[in-house]
C-alpha cells in the first residue's frame, strides 16, 4: 500500500504495547504527581514580601533563612515534572488535535526546561543581602538583572510556557483525555497577580493552580491504560 492510498487514522486499538510501557507511564504521571504537590508546598512554604522593590524581595528572603531555602528547593523540584506532565499532554494530543498540541510543546518547552534552574538566584540573593549593607545588595541584585541576556532565561520565556500548558490542555481535552476546568487555573495563575499584585494570597492562590494543572494531568496519566498511552486513541484497551 502506498502513501497516498493509506488510511491515515487507522491506528489500532489493538497496538502492540511494550513491555516498559507500564512502567513509563506511571512514572510520567508520578512525576506529575509529585510535581503538582511540590509546587504547591514550595508557594505555600514561601516567605513572601509584602511591599514592592528589591530590598523587600530581599528581606523576605533574610527573614527566616531556612524556610526561603526549602522553598526554593520545593520549588526547584516541583518545577522538574513540569516537563513530564508537557511530554504527557503530547502524547495526549499525537492523534487528534497534532497541530495544538505541537504550537503548545513547541511555546512551552523552553522555559519548562530552565525554569527550576532559576531558583538558584534565591540562594544568591539571600548571600547577597546577609553580607551586604541594603543599598549595595539592592544595587548588585538589579545589576544582575539588567544583564540584556538575562531575558533568555526567564520573562518571555517562561510566559511562552504557561500559554503553551494552556494550549496543550485544550488540545488534550479536545482529544478527549483531559477536563477543560484544570487548564483554566493556568491563565488564572497568569491573571491573579494582577488582580491581587503582592503578598501571600497571590502566591499561594499561583501555587495552588499551577500545582492542581500538575497534579491532574498525573492523576489522568495515571489512569489512561497502556493501549491509550501507545496509540494516542482515548478508549483503546477499556
Known amino acids: 500500500m502506498t502513501a497516498a492510498t493509506a488510511p491515515a487514522a487507522t491506528f489500532p486499538a489493538d497496538v502492540p504495547v511494550a513491555p516498559a510501557t507500564r512502567f513509563r507511564r506511571r512514572a510520567v504521571g508520578a512525576a506529575g504527581v509529585v510535581g503538582g504537590l511540590l509546587t504547591a508546598a514550595g508557594f505555600a512554604t514561601t516567605n513572601w514580601e509584602t511591599s514592592t522593590g528589591t530590598l523587600a524581595y530581599l528581606d523576605s528572603l533574610v ?56 531558583l538558584v538566584t534565591d540562594f544568591y540573593d539571600m548571600a547577597i543581602r546577609r553580607t551586604l549593607p541594603a543599598d549595595q545588595a539592592v544595587a548588585t541584585s538589579d545589576a544582575a538583572q539588567a544583564l540584556p541576556l538575562g531575558g533568555f532565561l526567564g520573562g518571555p520565556l517562561i510566559m511562552a510556557t504557561f500559554v503553551g500548558m494552556t494550549v496543550l490542555g485544550l488540545a488534550a481535552w479536545r482529544a478527549g483525555f483531559f477536563h477543560w476546568a484544570p487548564t483554566l487555573l493556568i491563565p488564572f495563575a497568569l491573571v491573579f497577580p494582577i488582580v491581587v499584585p503582592i503578598g501571600v494570597v497571590q502566591g499561594i492562590g499561583q501555587g495552588i493552580a499551577l500545582g492542581v494543572f500538575l497534579l491532574a494531568v498525573g492523576i489522568t496519566v495515571l489512569r489512561m491504560t497502556d493501549q491509550e498511552w501507545v496509540s494516542g486513541t482515548r478508549g483503546a484497551g477499556r
Do not use: E, K
Open 63 to 118: 527573614a527566616d533563612p531556612i524556610r526561603s531555602q526549602v522553598a526554593a528547593l520545593l520549588l526547584h523540584y516541583g518545577y522538574m515534572g513540569i516537563v513530564p506532565v508537557l511530554l504527557a499532554l503530547a502524547v495526549m494530543t499525537r492523534r487528534r488535535h497534532r497541530v495544538a498540541g505541537n504550537v503548545g510543546f513547541g511555546l512551552a518547552v523552553g522555559g519548562a526546561l530552565a525554569l527550576p534552574g532559576l
